[in-house]
């Protein structure tokens, strides 16, 4: 399985952006997917899960009502919806899938319950 994330660019403050998450290689729609971010010299963070059907989500409380996932099965991709942006959510964006529908908290927020990864894509804030 590849993960090819897309979507990353310099923002402002405020604005929105959509990131992309293509698979190829097997088809994902049985499995969780989920995206998580790196700022410099910061630990991977849990920035939301989106289980196989697309109907149930979670989200990190730091981006809880600002960002939204949302998966297109028939296309192999998943996507996130960066909206009111802050000069914090500067990072790079990884997504990640795992081998099962869903993770039960708190595995669902460890980088280590995710089998496949992608390269990244960068969002970058400007105040």
């Known amino acids: 399985v590849q993960l090819v994330e897309s979507g990353g660019r310099l923002a402002q403050t405020g604005d929105s952006l959509r990131l992309s998450c293509r698979a190829s290689?097997?088809?994902?729609?049985?499995?969780?997917m989920a995206w998580f971010r790196q700022a410099p010299e910061a630990e991977r963070e849990f920035v939301g899960i989106?289980?196989?059907?697309?109907?149930?989500?979670d989200y990190s409380d730091s981006v809880k009502g600002r960002f939204t996932m949302t998966r297109d099965n028939a296309k192999n991709t998943m996507y996130l919806y960066l909206n009111s942006l802050k000069p914090e959510d500067t990072a790079t964006y990884y997504c990640a899938a795992t081998v099962t529908p869903y993770l039960s908290s708190p595995r669902r927020f460890a980088a280590a319950s995710y089998e496949y990864w992608g390269q990244g894509t960068q969002v970058t804030v400007a105040s």
């Open positions: 989106i289980n196989w059907s697309g109907r149930q989500t």
């Open positions: 290689g097997e088809s994902l729609s049985d499995n969780a």
